[in-house]
């Protein structure tokens, strides 16, 4: 996921512009319409040495793309696997505790959600295209990290926001499919002339 949140836009490329020059994308992102993002993720069985690559290369990949969350949809593996990076300085680190920083979201379940909520939304797989989306403002879900551990977890902000806009993809949905048809299909409409001129 990416956001327009001018402070957070801030903060991220501050933060990033020196850790791209470190990091390649190590995983390809897969871009809208590409099919394999509408695939519905399975559960991660077992927490291996494979699932634990996965994890550290998706990491590598939203650090090179200047992203703060990434599921593992997007890099064609379809397994429930998430990550987020909130900017260490940005005030929305307060709601995670220290051990889950960077945050892992391994099969995350939604346990209760609230409110109502709305930002621009942008997505490593629809690079150039934002809109306003609505979400709950308030979640809490429970998962699995990175060594297997169960936790439950409740965020609000920019971070429940990440964490619904990737839960959805896990589900093979897209932020652009809350948009009216109209939009949907100017959307496309503007993917379609750019992928014809890439190839020009």
């Not at 291996?48 to 290369?57: H, L, P, S, Y």
């Not at 295209?129 to 879900?141: A, H």
């Not at 971070?159 to 652009?176: N, R, S, T």
Request: with cysteine.
């Amino acid at each position: 996921m990416t956001s327009k949140m001018s402070r957070i836009k801030i903060i991220v490329n501050s933060i990033f512009r020196n850790r791209s020059q470190l990091y390649m994308p190590i995983l390809k992102i897969l871009h809208f319409p590409d099919v394999q993002l509408r695939k519905i993720a399975k559960p991660v069985e077992k927490i291996d040495a494979n699932i634990e690559r996965i994890v550290d290369d998706m990491f590598d990949t939203i650090y090179a793309e200047e992203g703060i969350g990434l599921a593992a949809t997007q890099v064609n593996i379809h397994k429930q696997i998430i990550v987020i990076h909130i900017p260490d300085d940005s005030d929305q680190n307060e709601r995670i505790e220290a051990h889950y920083r960077p945050l892992v979201l391994i099969n995350p379940e939604l346990l209760e959600e609230s409110g109502e909520t709305g930002i621009k939304e942008g997505c490593l797989s629809i690079p150039g295209v934002r809109e306003w989306v609505k979400r709950s403002e308030r979640v809490k879900i429970r998962a699995l990290d990175r060594d297997g551990n169960s936790f439950t977890l409740e965020a609000d902000g920019l971070l429940a926001i990440c964490i619904q806009h990737e839960m959805d993809h896990l589900k093979g949905k897209l932020f652009i499919d809350y948009l009216s048809p109209l939009k949907f299909q100017r959307i496309q409409k503007k993917i379609r002339k750019k992928a014809q001129r890439d190839t020009q």
